[in-house]
């Protein structure tokens, strides 16, 4: 029997939100995102978008994405230049840049600590270029993660993350770019 984790994440939404007025401090809200495991499916929260400004034309921000995502150890799933679009769908997290997988995702704890260290953790990860006023370009990226306990039966467990893969995101982002914000 085939096992998967189904993902309908809302890139084309994360996208329509990130170019709202083009403000680093704007509110994007949070959809939904519907997964389940054979067939079985249920609506979670999707994890909340962060956004921060990129000094840099939007297509070189987009440009650097693919080796940003290829160095920290994410595997690039889709790419669409158009919306300005980057995703790592899928990703089986248990080290990313040398930390382990509770340093990205908070799982919550169990007895024997940090349930994303002890879990098999899956995690989406969309980052969004978008032009803003003025010049420059926002980047939002979005980070969904669930983990599931190895060996058991036991079901999924959503996963937030703690605003560490994305701050990496665009601190590389900014570095190749030559300066920050």
């Known amino acids: 029997m085939r096992r998967g984790l189904f993902w309908l994440p809302a890139c084309a939404a994360l996208a329509a939100c990130a170019g709202g007025s083009g403000g680093a401090g704007d509110a994007v809200p949070a959809g ?32 650097v994405l693919d080796s940003v995502y290829a160095e920290i150890g994410l595997d690039v799933t889709t790419r669409n230049p158009r919306e300005g679009m980057v995703a790592s769908a899928g990703h089986r997290l248990v080290r990313l840049n040398d930390r382990r997988a ?5 799982c919550g704890t169990s007895i024997s600590g940090p349930v994303a260290d002890e879990s098999q953790v899956l995690v989406n ?10 010049g420059g370009s926002l980047l939002t990226t979005r980070v969904d993660a669930e983990a599931r306990a190895r ?24 570095g190749r770019l030559g300066g920050g914000d």
């Open 102 to 106: 509770s340093y990205w995702v908070d």
């Open 151 to 174: 060996g058991t039966m036991e079901g999924f467990r959503d996963c937030t993350s703690t605003g560490r893969l994305e701050a990496l995101l665009l601190e590389q982002v900014r």
């Open 32 to 63: 939904d995102v519907v997964r389940g495991v054979e067939g079985t499916r249920r609506i979670a929260p999707q994890g909340q978008p962060i956004g921060a400004g990129v000094a840099a034309p939007p297509a070189d921000a987009f440009a």
């Open 125 to 134: 990860v969309t980052s969004v270029v978008t032009p803003v006023a003025g």
